[in-house]
């Protein structure tokens, strides 16, 4: 199984659309969830930590069930700059951070 | 905003010669990484460093691999005797305390040839 895995995508959405991207784990002892994105040909830039009560960031929401080592990500009313690949990283211990292959989302006017 | 910065934007080299990439951190940063990218591919992590040591490393960061913080500002990556699979973009990271968000300089696009 892999460390982390996501959805391979890719997500074509219109304008306005909801979608939703998820995200495995492997290591139960992993401490802190991050989604990141990133442009083509540029560094990954942070989007928003996950908590274990879930969090929101104006139209992005995270959630994380430890559980069942799962993480998702919902964009709600998409907008064109959204488009992008979506990086989910896990910290397994001692900032050893480990990166899904990322999603990649293109939204359509 | 403070944020990352890496020099040389792209390095071209020859196979077996070796290579330094810089980065200046974020000044206020106690915990330093690099990651690297091989195109088309995930990002991987290579090293992190704190207190002037490194404090994890994966399996890529062998014996051609080494860092170092010569100064209060820089941290740097050397690769010894490059290889073809060497390309890649390398990215420096840091952040502020361990399992604390990292933020990523823009990378150096290692070409070697």
């Known amino acids: 199984r892999k460390e982390v895995e996501q959805d391979p995508g890719p997500f074509n959405v219109p304008e306005g659309a909801t979608v939703a991207f998820n995200c495995t784990y492997s290591n139960s002892a992993s401490q802190s969830f991050f989604w990141y994105r990133q442009d083509c040909r540029k560094e990954p830039k942070l989007l928003m930590s996950v908590y274990s009560s879930g969090n929101e960031d104006g139209r992005f929401t995270a959630q994380l069930n430890r559980a069942s080592q799962y993480i998702s990500l919902l964009i709600r009313d998409s907008k064109l700059s959204d488009s992008a690949t979506y990086l989910c990283v896990v910290n397994i211990g001692n900032n050893d951070m480990r990166f899904g292959a990322g999603t990649r989302l293109t939204v359509k006017p | 905003e403070p944020e990352v910065t890496q020099t040389p934007s792209h390095q071209v080299t020859q196979m077996g010669q070796e290579v330094i990439l810089r980065c200046v951190p974020i000044s206020n940063h106690l915990y330093f990484y690099w990651y690297r990218q091989i195109l088309g591919q995930k990002v991987e992590f290579l090293v992190s460093?704190?207190?002037?040591?490194?404090?994890?490393k994966s399996e890529i960061f062998d014996d051609q691999f080494s860092v170092e913080r010569p100064d209060g500002s820089n941290f740097t990556l050397k690769i010894r005797s490059t290889k073809l699979e060497d390309s890649a973009m390398y990215f420096c990271?840091?952040?502020?305390?361990?399992?604390?968000?990292?933020?990523f300089g823009p990378g150096t696009r290692l070409t070697v040839t």
């Open positions: 460093f704190y207190n002037n040591e490194i404090s994890e």
């Open positions: 990271a840091s952040s502020v305390s361990l399992a604390l968000e990292q933020y």
